[in-house]
Structure formats: C-alpha cells, structure tokens
C-alpha cells in the first residue's frame, strides 16, 4: 500500500516552522532526548564527588559534543568567571609568575583532539560483567579539540633555569575547587605534549569541564586533566597527593600496587549493535560501529569478532587514526539472524595489542579498579538484543 | 618517543628565547610593539611576578619528607573531639566509615583478601598525604577552613584510630617524621613495559584462536543497571491504576514565588554538605531541615547540638524566619559557641530564598 507519510499532506509540509532565535543556544531536537550523560548511583556516597556517563552507544564519528560528555567531579562542578581566574606557576622557577585569562589568551595557541579517559573507565567489570551498556561499561571517556597554550610556553615564561636537570623534577598541578584536585606530572611529559586549555570543540569548556581553564594530558588517565587549574609547582619530587597514593594506584592480587601508571593502554568498544543499541531491522546489512583509542598514539588496526573470539576479521577504519584520539571502526556485514558473541580488539603503533580480560586478570587480579582495558563481549540474540557478557 | 619529544621541548624552548631576545631589540627600538615585555627575561613578558603572600597563600602542599609542615600540634583527644564534629557523618565516630563514605582505620591484612579494605591505616604509603588532604579539602563543603592544629589533632586521632601510635602521642611538625604507615613499602612503580607490553605486542591470532567458546558470566543476572527514564515512566505508568480525581490539586496556601524557591535550591549548595531537607532527609553533620519553621531550637531527637543551641530549645525559643536570617547572616555573632562552621551566608538576597526552599521541600 503507498506510504501515508508519502501521499498525505504533513504538518510539516504545510504549515511554518520556527524562526531564528527560537533557541539562541541550539538544544538537539526533542527526538533525541535520550542521548544523555547518565550515572550509577550505587556507585559513590554522593553526586556532588560522582561521575558520570557518555552516551557513547547514540554517538557517532569521534567528536563528543561538550554537553553530553562525562563529568566527574571531586567537590562539585564550580563557577569561576574569567575576571576571577588566576593561574600561578612557582616552586623552582626563575621569576614565580600569577597569569589572568586575558594573558593565556595572548599566548601562541594551539589545536589538538585528544581522548580523555577516567582511569577507572570499565572498571565496574573486572569481577564480571556487571553492567549493561556501551555507556555504563565504557563511557568514561570524551574526545574534544582542545584549543590552548602548550604548558612548556607556560613554564619557559616562568623561566627553567633554576630547576636544573629536568630528570628529576615534577610539576604539581592543582585545581581551584574545594578538592583542590592535585596531581605529579613528570617534567619530560610536561615539556611534552601537555596543553593547559580554555576552549574545547570550538567554543568554550563547559563548568562541569573546568570553565574557564583545564589542563590536557593526551592519553595519560583523566584525573591527571586538572580542571579549573589554578597552579603549577615545579618541585623536585612527586607530592604524593591523595589523587595518586590513596587513589589512582592499581592493586594487584599480591597485595602490591602499581602507582604511576599514568598511559592508558589501547583499547576498543562496539558501540552499535550493545544493550542500549539492539538490532531492530532483522536479518541483512548491518553497520557494525565502535572506538577505538591508545594513550600511546595512533590505532593502527582493529578487529572483530562475532564468534567469541575464534575467527576475526580486521575492520575498516572511518580514517586513518589520530595520536591519542579516538578512532572510528565499522565492520560492515551481512547478518543472518544467528546469535553472535562480538568483540573488537584494538592494536596501536607500538604494536600493542588489547588483552583479554582474562589476561589482565592473570596479571593483575580482580581488585585493580583502574586501567581495565579488556576486550568487551557482547551477547546478541536471535531477536537482535545484545547483553554484557563473558565468556571461555 | 617521549624522551626525544622533551629534548626536541628543551631547543624549541631556546628558540623561543632567542625569538624573546629579537622581539627585546624591536622594542627597544621602538619597533611596532604596544608596550614592551615588563620581565626582563621571560619570552613573551606576559603575566605578572606572583608576591610571596600569594605564594603562601596557595602553595601549602605538603611533600612525603614531610616539607611544607607548618608549626603546630594536635593530641588524640582534642582530635576526637574536632572528628566526632566535624569527620563523623561521613567518616563514623571511630573513622570506620559511613554509607558509601571511604573507611579510614582498620583493614589491616586484607589487601590481598577478594574484599581489601583500603585505609589510611592499611594502604596509604605516606602520613603527608593525609595531613595535605585533610587539611586542602576536607570537611567536605567547608574545605580550607581546618587550622593547622585542627589538622595535626585529626591526624592524630586517626592515627589513633588506626592503633598506630598511643593516645598520649602528640603530633606535630617535629614528630610528624616519627611515623611511618606500614603500607609504605607495598607500592611498584609502574612495570606494565616489562611485565605486559612485552607480552602484548605480538600479531594476534586471527583464526582457530579457541576450541569452543561458552557463556560463563551474564550481566543480566547482576541486574546492577539503572533503568532509562522511559523505562521507568513506563513501569509508573503500569502502576498506577486509580484515576486522577480531577481539581483535587487546589492551591490551599499563598503560593511561593517559584523563581525565588528556584534561587533557594541553588543558594541550599552552601549548606548541602552538612544539611539534607526534603523526603528521606537525616542528620549528617548538621541536623536535618524538615519543618524547621515553627522548631523548637536544638529540638530534633539524636543529634549532638552545643549547648547554646539546647539551651534555646528549652528556653522555649522556636526558629522563625527572623530568627533564621540572624543566624544565617551572623552564625557565631548569633549563636556564639554553635558547631555550626559555617561563615553565613554572603549574600542576604540569598537568604530569603534558602528560607523558601526549606518550607517548599521540608515542610511537614
């Protein structure tokens, strides 16, 4: 029978649409108000010190738009205007110096997309599958192009002299909220590649990002990405913070942990079809679709399986990958409406190839919490429903 | 590599100085530039010199050898005291932990076990740690506020706690080194180069890489997940089976000025740490607000109050909004001797909306 979305007049085809400046910020259509952040509540004493989830299930391509990328915060998320920001870099340097807003605005500037990932992203996991989704086992995670001052501009202002040989030496790096979230980042790294950055995907950071300056750490674990940062301390040791003693260690079955393990190592996910994204045309093509990323530099490869892992094909790349960004994989196939148990396994430029969780296990035991980067399982029926699962 | 990416840092950061040292002899000149670079030999002579009082200010980290200690001491008991006030709602009376809120004593021996319990006692490696944290970022919601000898005495008591020193010991900037946690020596540094990466980066198997493969772990067994909202609207949905009486929602009172409840609820963040108000709401470090118009002052069963607050009660004194402006504006001036560490609120517009909030959510 002909289509009556075809042969009847619609609304929409006849009556006016809205104006300009109906929403001077544009909001995402009222179709899509389940692409959301959303949280575990069983997961932390409070929302205030909670996190987050992106829904990286609804998302494609590699860009995650600010408003729904994953939040965590230690204190709450806090508003600090431009007028008020300050940011001081002291400790061995030759001139201690206080910076305003206006003056990193002044500073040779540059862009990069970077992934940035809680340590603790899939961390849920390692005593089982636990959670059901995309967003709640993986989206722990963003990738936005940074706009910002490399930190070695910053610091060479201040001056390097009087810290001597930069083997030995750290910067501190704190943030202006109640946590006074603080971190030890090697000075190799931050004459690196390290950005403190004011604008992201174009515009400026969200409140719940740091607003108006956060620090880039490309690939090393989120928690490192001080936001609201308000000082930079050249020491000559690490200062041991709560944030890389008490937390951010990874406890392995022994009883000893490993501390600054800082990379995070390459991972994958299929993204689509997972829980929240079942299969809902039947049988034939099917745009399988995932990430793909590594905190040491490019993905080179990845591949998938339908088959828990006997046989695996390489997947295409949606292009070439970016250095410590997320990358895009489909693997375009014909479904013939069999069950399958899919997986994706991700390789870098270093030749890194990601581990089963069994593997990480027989490493590291179940009590790690952090840098769970396992091959995922997913479970999908007949029926095309997908579940977390494990398997052999 | 990354060493290389420092060393390629170190010269562009010599080009940047002799980029400085041409852009001086412009502007030396009188060569284009606005204003010429006020420190002499940063690069672009931006930013201004950071003063000592600032540096002190906000430089108050404290290194594991125990640098950045300020003069004073704590005891165990005064400790206990300031804990009790201002840790327990969280943290419990003997630091055993609360709710989801971390355990800081006790779990010695379990590190290996399928369940650690990871204290300042059993996991933190460094004492430093913890007198930085404590004294940077905690109370939660009223962080910076603790004195350096409020910080020694927490420590102290939980140190205590953890039965790691008597309860005669004193700490302070010159024993602080004394103790050492037994955890310090149960870190590695990270090894993943050696003992996984080697491993790990070998070409992947790509056919026949198992005999068979099973499930052995559903997620859905769990059933951790939370529920999407259409989920959950469609399961209220299916309970309700009871028409809606129609006009059964009359206004009964003067409604409120909704923009000002609004502003209320933002403004309640400053008391939200110590103060729940609303359904399901309980002591925490302050007591809970339902009702609190028309309270009899100091009145709510099971919180420990000061005593110029039971005091008010019994003198028969009830929290008016006049009464609760004085107090939110001036808490000490009003209350003086209240637990209450709290400096007021800054802003009295934001009074009156807090005010509203609580009777809009709390009222009984």
Redesign the interface.
Same mark, same amino acid.
């Given at each position: 029978a002909p289509d009556p979305a075809i042969t009847e007049l619609q609304d929409w085809a006849s009556y006016l649409g809205v104006g300009v400046d109906e929403t001077p910020y544009g909001l995402p259509i009222k179709f899509e108000t @389940?692409v959301v952040r959303? +949280?575990?509540?069983?997961l #932390?004493?409070?929302p205030?010190?909670s996190i987050n989830f992106t829904p990286i299930h609804a998302l494609e391509g590699t860009i995650t738009p600010q408003g729904c990328a994953f939040e965590r915060h230690? +204190?709450?998320a806090i508003e600090l205007s431009k007028d008020d920001y300050r940011l001081?870099?002291?400790?061995l340097v030759?001139?201690?110096? !206080?910076?305003t807003y206006a003056?990193l605005e002044?500073?040779p500037r540059e862009n990069h997309v970077y992934f940035c990932e809680c340590a603790a992203n899939t961390g849920m996991e390692w005593a089982?599958?636990?959670?059901? /989704?995309a967003q709640?086992t993986h989206g722990m995670i963003h990738n936005m192009e940074y706009t910002g001052v490399p930190l070695?501009?910053l610091?060479?202002?201040?001056?390097?002299d009087a810290a001597g040989d930069?083997a030995d030496k750290w910067v501190?790096v *704190?943030g202006a909220d109640?946590? +006074?979230n603080?971190r030890s980042i090697p000075?190799?790294?931050a004459?690196?590649?390290v950005l403190v950055a004011f604008k992201a995907n174009g515009e400026a950071l969200r409140m719940e990002h740091g607003y108006p300056v956060r620090l880039v750490v490309p690939g090393w674990e989120g928690n490192m990405w001080i936001k609201w940062i308000?000082?930079i301390?050249v #020491?000559d040791?690490a200062? *041991?913070?709560?944030e890389e #003693?008490?937390k951010y260690?990874d406890?392995h *079955?022994?009883? !000893?942990?490993?501390?600054?393990?800082?990379?995070m190592?390459a991972k994958s996910i299929i993204t689509s079809p997972s829980?929240?994204m079942p299969i809902t045309h039947g049988t034939g093509p099917l745009v399988v679709s995932g990430l793909a990323w590594s905190g040491h530099g490019k993905i080179t490869r990845v @591949?998938v399986s339908i088959?828990? /892992?006997?046989?695996? *094909?390489t997947a295409r790349l949606g292009k070439q990958g970016d250095t410590k960004a997320l990358t895009r994989f489909y693997y375009d196939m014909d479904w013939d409406g069999r069950e399958m148990?899919m997986q994706a396994?991700a390789?870098d430029d270093?030749?890194?190839?990601q581990?089963t969780k069994d593997?990480l296990r027989e490493?590291r035991g179940?009590?790690s919490v952090y840098h769970n980067n396992c091959i995922q399982t997913w479970?999908v029926n007949e029926e095309g429903v997908a579940?977390? !699962?494990?398997? +052999? | 590599d990354?060493?290389a990416?420092?060393r390629a840092?170190?010269a562009?950061?010599e080009v940047?100085?002799a980029e400085r040292d041409e852009l001086q002899v412009i502007a030396a000149a009188g060569g284009g530039l606005t204003q010429p670079a006020p =420190?002499a030999?940063? =690069?672009?002579g931006?930013?201004?010199?950071?003063l000592p009082e600032?540096?002190a200010a906000?430089?108050v &980290?404290?290194?594991? &050898?125990g640098r950045g200690l300020p003069v004073g001491s704590g005891d165990v008991w005064t400790g206990e005291e300031i804990f009790v006030e201002q840790c327990a709602a969280?943290h419990g009376d003997f630091a055993e932990g609360s709710?989801?809120?971390p355990v800081l004593a006790g779990g010695f021996g379990t590190?290996?076990d399928?369940d650690?319990v990871?204290t300042?006692g059993s996991?933190?490696?460094?004492l430093? %740690?913890?007198w930085?944290?404590i004294n940077?970022?905690m109370p939660?919601?009223n962080?910076?506020t603790l004195s350096a000898d409020d910080t020694y005495a927490i420590v102290a008591y939980i140190l205590y706690s953890n039965d790691l020193i008597d309860d005669d010991f004193v700490l302070s900037n010159e024993t602080f080194m004394d103790v050492e946690l037994p955890n310090a020596g149960?870190?590695?540094? &990270?090894?993943?180069a050696d003992?996984?990466?080697t491993v790990?980066?070998?070409e992947?198997?790509? %056919?026949?890489?198992?005999e068979? =493969?099973?499930?052995?772990?559903?997620?859905?067994v769990?059933d951790? %997940?939370?529920e %999407?909202?259409?989920e959950a609207a469609a399961e209220e949905a299916a309970v309700v089976t009871e028409p809606a009486v129609e006009g059964a929602a009359v206004e009964t009172e003067a409604a409120v000025d909704p923009a000002l409840i609004e502003a209320g609820q933002s403004a309640f963040?400053q008391c939200?740490?110590c103060h729940e108000v609303g359904e399901n709401a309980s002591n925490r470090t302050g007591p809970e607000l339902n009702g609190l118009l028309g309270r009899s002052i100091g009145s709510i069963d099971g919180f420990r109050y000061s005593s110029v607050m039971s005091d008010a009660g019994e003198a028969g004194d009830t929290w008016t909004a006049e009464a609760l402006d004085a107090f939110l504006t001036d808490p000490r001036g009003v209350m003086s001797g209240t637990k209450m560490a709290f400096r007021g609120v800054r802003n009295p517009e934001d009074i009156a909306a807090i005010i509203a909030y609580i009777q809009s959510v709390g009222s009984e």
């Amino acid at each position: 029978a002909p289509d009556p979305a075809i042969t009847e007049l619609q609304d929409w085809a006849s009556y006016l649409g809205v104006g300009v400046d109906e929403t001077p910020y544009g909001l995402p259509i009222k179709f899509e108000t @389940d692409v959301v952040r959303r +949280s575990v509540p069983w997961l #932390t004493a409070s929302p205030i010190s909670s996190i987050n989830f992106t829904p990286i299930h609804a998302l494609e391509g590699t860009i995650t738009p600010q408003g729904c990328a994953f939040e965590r915060h230690h +204190s709450g998320a806090i508003e600090l205007s431009k007028d008020d920001y300050r940011l001081m870099i002291n400790g061995l340097v030759d001139r201690p110096l !206080v910076f305003t807003y206006a003056d990193l605005e002044r500073l040779p500037r540059e862009n990069h997309v970077y992934f940035c990932e809680c340590a603790a992203n899939t961390g849920m996991e390692w005593a089982g599958a636990q959670l059901n /989704g995309a967003q709640f086992t993986h989206g722990m995670i963003h990738n936005m192009e940074y706009t910002g001052v490399p930190l070695r501009t910053l610091l060479a202002e201040a001056g390097l002299d009087a810290a001597g040989d930069f083997a030995d030496k750290w910067v501190y790096v *704190e943030g202006a909220d109640a946590s +006074s979230n603080g971190r030890s980042i090697p000075m190799e790294k931050a004459l690196d590649d390290v950005l403190v950055a004011f604008k992201a995907n174009g515009e400026a950071l969200r409140m719940e990002h740091g607003y108006p300056v956060r620090l880039v750490v490309p690939g090393w674990e989120g928690n490192m990405w001080i936001k609201w940062i308000r000082r930079i301390e050249v #020491t000559d040791a690490a200062v *041991e913070s709560r944030e890389e #003693t008490s937390k951010y260690t990874d406890l392995h *079955e022994d009883g !000893v942990a490993r501390k600054w393990t800082w990379v995070m190592d390459a991972k994958s996910i299929i993204t689509s079809p997972s829980p929240q994204m079942p299969i809902t045309h039947g049988t034939g093509p099917l745009v399988v679709s995932g990430l793909a990323w590594s905190g040491h530099g490019k993905i080179t490869r990845v @591949d998938v399986s339908i088959d828990g /892992g006997i046989t695996w *094909e390489t997947a295409r790349l949606g292009k070439q990958g970016d250095t410590k960004a997320l990358t895009r994989f489909y693997y375009d196939m014909d479904w013939d409406g069999r069950e399958m148990l899919m997986q994706a396994r991700a390789m870098d430029d270093t030749g890194y190839v990601q581990p089963t969780k069994d593997q990480l296990r027989e490493m590291r035991g179940e009590n790690s919490v952090y840098h769970n980067n396992c091959i995922q399982t997913w479970f999908v029926n007949e029926e095309g429903v997908a579940e977390n !699962v494990e398997v +052999s | 590599d990354a060493v290389a990416n420092a060393r390629a840092a170190e010269a562009e950061i010599e080009v940047l100085a002799a980029e400085r040292d041409e852009l001086q002899v412009i502007a030396a000149a009188g060569g284009g530039l606005t204003q010429p670079a006020p =420190v002499a030999e940063a =690069v672009y002579g931006l930013g201004r010199e950071a003063l000592p009082e600032e540096i002190a200010a906000w430089d108050v &980290d404290i290194l594991p &050898d125990g640098r950045g200690l300020p003069v004073g001491s704590g005891d165990v008991w005064t400790g206990e005291e300031i804990f009790v006030e201002q840790c327990a709602a969280c943290h419990g009376d003997f630091a055993e932990g609360s709710g989801n809120w971390p355990v800081l004593a006790g779990g010695f021996g379990t590190l290996s076990d399928e369940d650690p319990v990871k204290t300042i006692g059993s996991y933190w490696p460094y004492l430093s %740690t913890s007198w930085d944290y404590i004294n940077r970022s905690m109370p939660f919601g009223n962080a910076g506020t603790l004195s350096a000898d409020d910080t020694y005495a927490i420590v102290a008591y939980i140190l205590y706690s953890n039965d790691l020193i008597d309860d005669d010991f004193v700490l302070s900037n010159e024993t602080f080194m004394d103790v050492e946690l037994p955890n310090a020596g149960g870190f590695v540094l &990270d090894d993943r180069a050696d003992t996984e990466y080697t491993v790990w980066r070998a070409e992947p198997c790509m %056919t026949g890489c198992k005999e068979g =493969v099973e499930i052995t772990m559903h997620a859905s067994v769990v059933d951790v %997940t939370p529920e %999407t909202e259409e989920e959950a609207a469609a399961e209220e949905a299916a309970v309700v089976t009871e028409p809606a009486v129609e006009g059964a929602a009359v206004e009964t009172e003067a409604a409120v000025d909704p923009a000002l409840i609004e502003a209320g609820q933002s403004a309640f963040r400053q008391c939200s740490a110590c103060h729940e108000v609303g359904e399901n709401a309980s002591n925490r470090t302050g007591p809970e607000l339902n009702g609190l118009l028309g309270r009899s002052i100091g009145s709510i069963d099971g919180f420990r109050y000061s005593s110029v607050m039971s005091d008010a009660g019994e003198a028969g004194d009830t929290w008016t909004a006049e009464a609760l402006d004085a107090f939110l504006t001036d808490p000490r001036g009003v209350m003086s001797g209240t637990k209450m560490a709290f400096r007021g609120v800054r802003n009295p517009e934001d009074i009156a909306a807090i005010i509203a909030y609580i009777q809009s959510v709390g009222s009984e």
